[in-house]
């Protein structure tokens, strides 16, 4: 009995390790799972600006962050809009007319393909259009809160985006395609569009 029983669990213990690497190492990778990562832990970084660990409740911050000698706010700690704006600020030295607002805020759907976003000072395009994403760009997602993201390689059928308070993935893989002329970013989960520094 105590034979069946330790081959049962060897069968599952199996299982579960094959449906990790197959479905699950790119989203949670090991070194991230086995981690012990605390609040405000560094975790990744693109061009010198870091990453920080927001733990597992997305809704949660950890009070306000300003620019050391500056009263430029970046948002809440450690949050996906803190890092965008601390981004945009530190390695790009744009700062946003109105940096308030929840990530989807960021993205004014009023506006036409092209046209300048005065709110944050940045070209607005939408997904599934004539513009090209480019690295830097700024990847803005609908939702609750909506979700905002940092374009870091543009391949021809893929981008990668660095983010933060996306639990323990700061890197993020999306399919590009274009067709009939337009762009498309994502399958399942598509972005509204990118802003872009003029």
Known sequence: MLKKIGLVLVVLLGLFVA????????????HAVTHSFKIGDSIDSHNGIVVYNNGGMYSKSHGKHYKKDSSYYYGKKWQCVEYVKRYYYDYLNHKM????GHAKDFFDKNLKHGELNKERNLLQFYNENSEAPKENDLLIFDGEFGHVAIITKVEENEIEI???NIYMTPREHYKL???????TIGERRKPLGWLRLR
Do not use: D
């Not at 395609?177 to 762009?183: A, I, L, T, W």
């Open 162 to 164: 660095i983010q933060q």
């Open 177 to 183: 395609q274009f067709e009939n002329g337009k762009y």
């Open 19 to 30: 449906i990790y690497f197959l479905f699950l190492q790119q989203r949670y990778p090991l």
């Open 97 to 100: 007319p109105n940096g308030y």
